[in-house]
């Protein structure tokens, strides 16, 4: 197996890794973990001079604020979607040409046309698109 078909499966392997959790224990998970930059609990905020929340305090689900990254399907004929970022990969869904997906994240996978990158669509079920048929609208997505 080369180096480059590892590398790829093991991003796929973190990005369903990370998608398994997402649904285990919800989006506000992701910031259980304290900013190392906020001040201590109990102590004044520089900016609003409101204490900070006591320890073990968890962030409320309507404040976590989940990264969007959308893209528009730039494919003619529609865009085939997948269960991995492999041409040879089941096929899951498909998107009509002009449809604006919204996208969790990218991956490197099989080329496809001048790419290797794959995104990795939120819309429905979540199915691996590449990157060649998706224009982005905005900011480029993260790396999964």
Same mark, same amino acid.
């Given at each position: 197996?080369?180096?480059?078909?590892?590398?790829?499966?093991?991003?796929?392997?973190? +990005?369903?890794?990370?998608?398994?959790?997402?649904?285990?224990?919800?989006?506000? /998970?992701?910031?259980?973990?304290?900013?190392?930059?906020? &001040? /201590?609990?109990?102590?004044?905020?520089?900016?609003?001079?409101?204490?900070? &929340? +006591?320890?073990?305090?968890?962030?409320?689900?309507?404040?976590?604020?989940? &990264?969007?990254?959308?893209?528009?399907?730039?494919?003619?004929?529609?865009?085939?979607?997948?269960?991995?970022?492999?041409?040879?990969?089941?096929?899951?869904?498909?998107? &009509?040409?002009?449809?604006?997906?919204?996208?969790?994240?990218?991956?490197?996978?099989?080329?496809?046309?001048?790419?290797?990158? $794959?995104?990795?669509?939120?819309?429905?079920? $979540?199915? $691996?698109?590449? /990157?060649?048929?998706?224009?982005?609208?905005?900011? /480029?997505?993260? $790396?999964?």
């Amino acid at each position: 197996m080369s180096l480059r078909t590892t590398t790829t499966r093991l991003g796929v392997l973190a +990005a369903v890794g990370a998608l398994a959790t997402l649904g285990l224990t919800g989006p506000a /998970a992701a910031y259980d973990d304290p900013d190392p930059k906020a &001040p /201590a609990a109990g102590h004044k905020t520089p900016t609003t001079g409101h204490k900070t &929340p +006591a320890a073990g305090h968890k962030t409320p689900v309507t404040d976590y604020k989940a &990264p969007v990254y959308k893209g528009r399907v730039t494919a003619k004929s529609g865009l085939v979607l997948r269960d991995s970022p492999h041409r040879g990969s089941r096929v899951v869904r498909s998107e &009509p040409h002009g449809k604006v997906v919204t996208i969790y994240c990218k991956t490197k996978g099989d080329r496809v046309g001048r790419t290797n990158h $794959w995104y990795l669509l939120t819309d429905g079920t $979540w199915a $691996w698109g590449s /990157a060649n048929y998706i224009a982005t609208i905005g900011k /480029a997505p993260r $790396w999964c």
